[in-house]
C-alpha cells in the first residue's frame, strides 16, 4: 500500500480504514452491476479502478490534513 495508508495504520486511524474499505467495496459492487449492464465488460474493470481511485485519493487528503 501507499505511504498514506501506513501512516493511517500507524495513526490508530482504524476507523476511517474500515470505513473507507467498506464504502470502497460498495461501490466496486454497485458500479460492476451497473456498468457490467450499460457497456459488458469493460465496465466491471471500471468498476473495480473508479473506486479504488476515490480511496486513495481520500487517504492522500486525510494524510495531508494530519501531517500538517
Known amino acids: 500500500r501507499n505511504v498514506p495508508y501506513r ?25 460492476g452491476i451497473y456498468l457490467c449492464k450499460k457497456i459488458g465488460t469493460i465496465g466491471i474493470a471500471w468498476a473495480a479502478l473508479i473506486p479504488n481511485i476515490i480511496v486513495r485519493a481520500g487517504s492522500k487528503v486525510i494524510f495531508v490534513l494530519s501531517a500538517s
Not at 25 to 31: M, R, V
Request: aromatic letters at 8%; proline letters at 0%; a positive charge.
Open 7 to 31: 501512516y493511517l495504520q500507524v495513526s490508530s486511524k482504524h476507523k476511517f480504514i474500515a470505513m473507507s474499505s467498506t464504502i470502497q467495496t460498495i461501490l466496486t459492487i454497485t458500479l
